[in-house]
C-alpha cells in the first residue's frame, strides 16, 4: 500500500500504538541466557523419539513437495541410526485452518498431544536441513526439565517499524531466531506457553515478523525466557566447508525450469497525482524497463506517463476500490497470455527477472497469491494477507475466483491487501508467503539476514536513495548481463491487448 497516498492500517497502527506499546513494555532489561551453552556442561542422551520435529509448510503443491521431502529425509536419517522413528509433522497438515503458520494457534494442540511425552519439539523450514546426530548432541547438553527456548540469534541494528520500534534504546540487545537456522522449544517450556496461549488475549491482532513477535512474546516482558544461542544452528549453505560443525544447515530449493516468459505478467502500478512527478520517475528508471506490460493507475490521468484514471478517487487510508478496479480489468481488458498479475505500488522496488525465476515454481492454472504474508488476529480464527508494499502477486485463476467468489470492498478506501486477505480466507485461497518480498526497506532488516538471499522487492523511499537501493539489492550479475530491455515505448499496454 502507498504511504501518503493511501495510509495502511501497518503504517497507522504501527507508528501510532505499536510505537507507544514498544516504549511501554519493550525497554526492559533482558534476563540471563543470552550466551550459547558451553560445550562442557553434561551430556544427556538424547533420542529422536524424545523430539517433536515441525516443518512449518505451505498448503501450496509447490511448497507442500519441498516440506514432505524434509519429512523423509528426517525419517530416513531414523532410520540409519537404528532409531524409533520421531514425529515429524507439517503445519499445514494439522488443520484447515490457514493461520496456522503464526505457531501460537497450534501451541494447545502440540501440548495436549505430545506435551506429556516429548522432551523437545523442533521447527524448521522446508530448506532446512537437519543432521539429527549433531541435533541430538547439543539437545544432549541442555535440560529439557527446564524451560529453553533456543536457535541461532538474529538482532535488529536499529530500532525498526517492522518490530514497532521495540527496545529503541538498544534494539540490539534482544535476540529473536533465524526460522531458516531451526529453533527449538522444551517441551516445559511448550505447556507453559500452551497454558498462555489458552488464557492470555495478545497484545497486538497483527502478525508482522513471526520470528520476532513469538521471541517476544516467550521473553513476556522478562518474565519468560530469553533466546539461548546455539552455535551449531547454522543458516550456512549444505556441503559448504564452514557447516562441517552444523546440527542445522539451509539447502536452496532448486528453481524450477525456465524463468516465465517477460509477457506472462502484467504490472499495475498504483500512485496519486502529488507523486507522479517524483516516485514514477523511479519506477521508469530502474525495474520498468523489465516489464513488457504495465500500466500506472491513478486518480488523475496523465498522458505524459501515461496514467490511467479508473474512476475511483484517491484515498488517504485505504485503496481497495483502485485495487479491486485492477482485478476487474485485469481479466476483462488484458489478454490471457498474461497469467500473472503483480500489483504493487509507487514506492516499491522489485527485481522482475527475479520475480520470473520464481513463479516458475507455480501454475497459474492454480489460484496463487504469493508475497510477504502478514496475519491479523490468528489466535482468535483470523485470516492471512499479502502486504501489499511488497508487491502481490496473483495468477488469473485467482483473480477470477475472486472476482467471481463476490468479494468485494465495503468501502473505496478500506485496507485493499487486508479485504482480499479476508476473501481468501473465505474462497480457502492459500496465501503463499515468500521471504523474498518486503515491506520495509532495507535498513529494517538484519544485515545477516539480507546477506544470503537475492530479494525480490523492498518498499518506501524514506530516508534511502531508491535508486541505489534498487542497485544495491535488486540488480545481480547475472540479470545486468543477460537482461533483454524493453524499449520504453513498450512498458505499457498495447492497443490491441
Known amino acids: 500500500m502507498t504511504s501518503d497516498c493511501c495510509c495502511t492500517p501497518f503504517t497507522n497502527i504501527c507508528s501510532c500504538f505499536l510505537l507507544l506499546l514498544g516504549l511501554l513494555c519493550c525497554t526492559g532489561s533482558l534476563r540471563e541466557g543470552t550466551k550459547p551453552v558451553k560445550e562442557g556442561t553434561p551430556d544427556r542422551r538424547t533420542e529422536l523419539k524424545q523430539v517433536v520435529f515441525v516443518i512449518q509448510s505451505q498448503r501450496n503443491a509447490h511448497h507442500a513437495h519441498w516440506a514432505e521431502q524434509r519429512r523423509q529425509d528426517l525419517l530416513r536419517q531414523a532410520a540409519s541410526l537404528q532409531q524409533d522413528p520421531p514425529v515429524v509433522l507439517l503445519l499445514h497438515e494439522l488443520s484447515d485452518y490457514d493461520g496456522n503458520w503464526s505457531i501460537l494457534p497450534v501451541l494447545p494442540h502440540f501440548s495436549a498431544t505430545y506435551g506429556k511425552s516429548c522432551s523437545w519439539i523442533f521447527f524448521i523450514e522446508e530448506v532446512t536441513v537437519v543432521k539429527t546426530p549433531k541435533l541430538l548432541q547439543v539437545l544432549g547438553r541442555l535440560d529439557a526439565g527446564k524451560e529453553w527456548f533456543i536457535g541461532s540469534p538474529l538482532h535488529d541494528d536499529e530500532s525498526t517499524i517492522i518490530h514497532h520500534y521495540a527496545f529503541f534504546e538498544d534494539p540490539s540487545s534482544f535476540k529473536y531466531p533465524d526460522f531458516t537456522a531451526g529453533w527449538g522449544l522444551s517441551c516445559m517450556l511448550l505447556n507453559s506457553l500452551a497454558d498462555r496461549v489458552n488464557s492470555e488475549s495478545l497484545k497486538s491482532d497483527f502478525t508482522i515478523d513471526l520470528k520476532h513477535e513469538i521471541a517476544l512474546y516467550i521473553w513476556h516482558d522478562g518474565k519468560g525466557p530469553t533466546l539461548t544461542p546455539i552455535p551449531e544452528f547454522c543458516a550456512e549453505v549444505l556441503d559448504s566447508g564452514a557447516s562441517d560443525h552444523c546440527a542445522t544447515v539451509v539447502t536452496s530449493l532448486p528453481t524450477c525450469g525456465e524463468p516465465v516468459k517477460q509477457g506472462d505478467i502484467f504490472v499495475a502500478v498504483k500512485t496519486c497525482k502529488k507523486f507522479h512527478a517524483d516516485r514514477v520517475p523511479v519506477v521508469k528508471q530502474t525495474w520498468a524497463k523489465d516489464a513488457v506490460y504495465l500500466e500506472y493507475y491513478?486518480?488523475?490521468?496523465?498522458?505524459?506517463?501515461?496514467?490511467?484514471?479508473?474512476?475511483?478517487?484517491?484515498?488517504?487510508?485505504?485503496?481497495?476500490?483502485?485495487?479491486?478496479?485492477?482485478?476487474?480489468?485485469?481479466?476483462?481488458?488484458?489478454?490471457?497470455?498474461?497469467?500473472?498479475?503483480?500489483?504493487?505500488?509507487?514506492?516499491?522496488?522489485?527485481?522482475?527477472?527475479?520475480?520470473?525465476?520464481?513463479?516458475?515454481?507455480?501454475?497459474?492454472?492454480?489460484?496463487?497469491?504469493?508475497?510477504?504474508?502478514?496475519?491479523?488476529?490468528?489466535?482468535?480464527?483470523?485470516?492471512?494477507?499479502?502486504?501489499?508494499?511488497?508487491?502481490?502477486?496473483?495468477?488469473?485463476?485467482?483473480?477470477?475466483?475472486?472476482?467471481?467468489?463476490?468479494?468485494?470492498?465495503?468501502?473505496?478506501?478500506?485496507?485493499?491487501?487486508?479485504?482480499?486477505?479476508?476473501?481468501?480466507?473465505?474462497?480457502?485461497?492459500?496465501?503463499?508467503?515468500?521471504?523474498?518480498?518486503?515491506?520495509?526497506?532495507?535498513?529494517?532488516?538484519?544485515k545477516q539476514f539480507l546477506a544470503r538471499e537475492k530479494h525480490i522487492s523492498f518498499h518506501k523511499h524514506w530516508n534511502v536513495d531508491p535508486v541505489q537501493v534498487y542497485k544495491r539489492w535488486l540488480v545481480d550479475t547475472r540479470e545486468e548481463d543477460g537482461r533483454n530491455p524493453v524499449s520504453q515505448s513498450h512498458t505499457h499496454i498495447r492497443e490491441d491487448l
Open 298 to 446: 491513478s486518480d488523475a490521468a496523465d498522458p505524459s506517463i501515461p496514467t490511467i484514471d479508473l474512476g475511483v478517487p484517491n484515498t488517504e487510508r485505504g485503496h481497495c476500490g483502485k485495487t479491486f478496479a485492477i482485478l476487474k480489468h485485469f481479466l476483462d481488458k488484458v489478454s490471457t497470455e498474461c497469467h500473472w498479475l503483480v500489483v504493487v505500488d509507487d514506492d516499491t522496488l522489485i527485481s522482475l527477472p527475479r520475480l520470473r525465476r520464481l513463479l516458475s515454481c507455480y501454475s497459474p492454472k492454480e489460484a496463487v497469491c504469493l508475497g510477504e504474508r502478514y496475519g491479523y488476529g490468528l489466535v482468535q480464527n483470523g485470516y492471512s494477507y499479502i502486504t501489499g508494499g511488497g508487491g502481490m502477486v496473483l495468477s488469473r485463476a485467482a483473480v477470477h475466483r475472486v472476482l467471481s467468489g463476490g468479494c468485494r470492498c465495503y468501502s473505496d478506501d478500506a485496507p485493499d491487501d487486508m479485504v482480499l486477505g479476508m476473501c481468501l480466507s473465505s474462497l480457502h485461497i492459500p496465501v503463499t508467503h515468500s521471504p523474498l518480498f518486503h515491506q520495509a526497506r532495507p535498513d529494517d532488516y538484519p
